[in-house]
T-cell receptor, first 109, second 115 residues
Framework: DAKTTQPNSMESNEEEPVHLPCNHS???????IHWYRQLPSQGPEYVIH???SNVNNRMASLAIAEDRKSSTLILHRATLRDAAVYYC??????????FGGGTRLMVKP | EAQVTQNPRYLITVTGKKLTVTCSQN?????MSWYRQDPGLGLRQIYY???????DKGDVPEGYKVSRKEKRNFPLILESPSPNQTSLYFC??????????????FGPGTRLTVT
């Protein structure tokens, strides 16, 4: 099963950190973990991805559990522009990304 | 500017009338892919291509055709569209054929309505 499990929605206050969880308990050793987000009326946008180690980029940080069965996307200071649906995806079978339902993040001013 | 472009952005057509949605990327990417997005079903992959002349089925290929004659273009063809193909379509590309290891760039989407 290539699916991941995420909460349907989360709320955050502006300028506070946000931790978006993802469960991927059946992940295999070679599956990458990707995060994308989709703002209203736009295509998905790449956020970050990783395999085993924690990863940081200008948009976010990705914390991967030691057993790789879960991960957390961290937005260090949420802004109103971060309101979007965030997808946690397993990069499986080498060539496909299977999107799940995602987490709708709402950011309150 | 590095980008994935799709045309048209909006299309209303009738059942059975063949149509093509074009996708083009200017990043010299090897991998290209088509997704459809439907309420409650999320994004589902239709077809993908790891390189020129190499295409493969995704999760929902029925009713669609693709071709990859040039690296930059990956058109989606609906030979005989039906109402259940009404959807929002996204094209994406990635620098390497093993797309699961690299970031994908998505186009702006094509909203198709089949009546």
């Amino acid at each position: 099963d290539a699916k991941t499990t995420q909460p349907n929605s989360m709320e955050s206050n502006e300028e506070e950190p946000v931790h978006l969880p993802c469960n991927h308990s059946t992940i295999s050793g070679t599956d990458y973990i990707h995060w994308y987000r989709q703002l209203p009326s736009q295509g998905p946008e790449y956020v970050i991805h990783g395999l085993t180690s924690n990863v940081n980029n200008r948009m976010a940080s990705l914390a991967i559990a030691e057993d790789r069965k879960s991960s957390t996307l961290i937005l260090h200071r949420a802004t109103l522009r971060d309101a979007a649906v965030y997808y946690c995806i397993r990069g499986n079978a080498g060539n496909m990304l299977t999107f799940g339902g995602g987490t709708r993040l709402m950011v309150k001013p | 500017e590095a980008q994935v472009t799709q045309n048209p952005r909006y299309l209303i057509t009738v059942t059975g009338k063949k149509l093509t949605v074009t996708c083009s990327q200017n990043m010299n990417h090897e991998y290209m892919s088509w997704y459809r997005q439907d309420p409650g079903l999320g994004l589902r992959q239709i077809y993908y291509s790891m390189n020129v002349e190499v295409t493969d089925k995704g999760d929902v290929p029925e009713g669609y055709k693709v071709s990859r004659k040039e690296k930059r273009n990956f058109p989606l063809i609906l030979e005989s569209p039906s109402p259940n193909q009404t959807s929002l379509y996204f094209c994406a590309s990635s620098s390497q054929g093993e797309a699961s290891k690299y970031e994908q760039y998505f186009g702006p989407g094509t909203r198709l309505t089949v009546t």
